[in-house]
Structure formats: C-alpha cells, structure tokens
C-alpha cells in the first residue's frame, strides 16, 4: 500500500524543469506532497484531493489523476533551495492510515 | 505558534534497554502521529493518535507502543531495543486525523542509536 515514487533521484541544473511522480495501488482520496532537506524534518508543499481541490504552496504545482491513482509534482526554473528528498503521502478511500512514498532526491546544481 | 517539539532530539541506547520519546504537538493539534525513518526503508508509519486514542498502527512488532494525554503531548516506547531500531523517529502534529486531508507539522525528530 506504500506509494511508489519514479525517479528515484534526478540532478538538475538550476532553471531546469522535473517532474516527480507518485503512484498507488489503491483507490485515493488525497495526495500529500512534503519535501525533506538533508538533516531537517518533512514540511508540507500541497495536497490534492479527489475532485480536483488543492491547498498548499503557492509556488509549487501539481497534479492528481484520479483514473490512474496517480500523483506528479512539478518544479519549474528550479532553484538551488529546491534540493532535498520529496516524499509524497496517501489517504485512502478506505480506511485512514497514511502512507509515504518512498521518496525522490532532487539535486540542483550551479 | 510555537511548532511540533520532540524529546530528547539525540540517545544512544543498548540492546535490550527499552527508551520512551516524548512529542509535543502544536497548540489546537489534537492528532499526532510517529514515523520511524531509516535510510533504507525511508518513512515508515508506525502509529496515529487523536483525542487520546490509536487509530491506526503501522507494521511494527509489539515492543513499539504509545499513548497521548489529555493535552495531546504523545509518547512512544520501544521496549527490548534491538540494533535496527536505530533511526529517526519523527513525530508529526495536524489539526484532524488521517482521512481529513489535512497537512502534517514535523517535529525535528528524535534520533536514536543503539549500539
């Protein structure tokens, strides 16, 4: 029931584009997107939920096919403090337990 | 608002000691819930609390137990600590539960290391 994240990590340039995926088995309500710097805790981006609503980062932009249970996140003109490791996380249709993806490292590079 | 805080933020334990770690929510956050993170098997669930009752437990054996108080302040034990109970024990704080679709605060994690 864990999420799966495809790439496993990327290195980008900075003002280079990447998108990041998330895909699960199961039929989902909300997808959670966090991002996760080198010796810091998670912090929350967005989330989407089924039926199209989203609340999170201005700045940060993503999408959920609910057809394919199937979440990308996208990071444009990406800058250096983009780096880190991004987890995404699911809710269920049913039952309530959270899972996290199994996270993609994002380097951006001079 | 002061955010999520954990403690203590570092411990080194032996095999066979058991350890208790202490999270502290933000104020008006009555759901806490723990995650174990290991290099290899990245964020793993291990349980949910909200208004002092589990609602959900991950795939951890026995010896990882928890409660929440009445202030909503979390503890987790581990009990007969092995060697691959060393990780980051992360403690995270919403206003609602899982299934709500609202966001986690992270505390800065406990790390614990057995040796």
């Known amino acids: 029931q864990q999420p799966v994240q495809s790439p496993q990590a990327v290195i980008l340039r900075e003002g280079e584009d990447a998108v990041i995926n998330c895909s699960s088995s199961k039929a989902l309500y909300s997808v959670h997107w966090y991002r996760q710097k080198h010796g810091e805790a998670p912090v929350f981006l967005m989330i989407l939920l089924k039926g199209g609503e989203q609340k999170g980062h201005e700045k940060i932009s993503a999408s959920f096919n609910e057809k394919k249970q199937q979440s990308s996140l996208y990071l444009t003109a990406s800058q250096l403090s983009y780096s880190g490791t991004y987890f995404c996380g699911t809710e269920m249709n049913t039952g309530n337990q959270f899972y996290f993806g199994t996270g993609t490292s994002l380097t951006v590079i001079p | 608002k002061a955010g999520v805080t954990q403690t203590p933020r570092y411990l080194i334990k032996t095999r066979g000691q058991q350890v208790t770690l202490s999270c502290s929510p933000i104020s008006g956050h009555r759901s806490v819930s723990w995650y174990q993170q290991t290099p290899g098997q990245g964020l793993q669930f291990l349980f949910e609390y909200f208004s002092e009752t589990q609602r959900n437990k991950g795939n951890f054996p026995g010896r990882f137990s928890g409660r929440q108080f009445s202030n909503s302040r979390s503890e987790m034990n581990v009990s007969t600590l092995e060697l691959g109970d060393s990780a980051l024990y992360l403690c995270?704080?919403?206003?609602?539960?899982?299934?709500?679709?609202?966001?986690?605060?992270f505390g800065p994690g406990t790390r614990l290391t057995v040796t």
């Open positions: 995270a704080s919403s206003l609602a539960p899982s299934g709500a679709a609202y966001e986690q605060y």
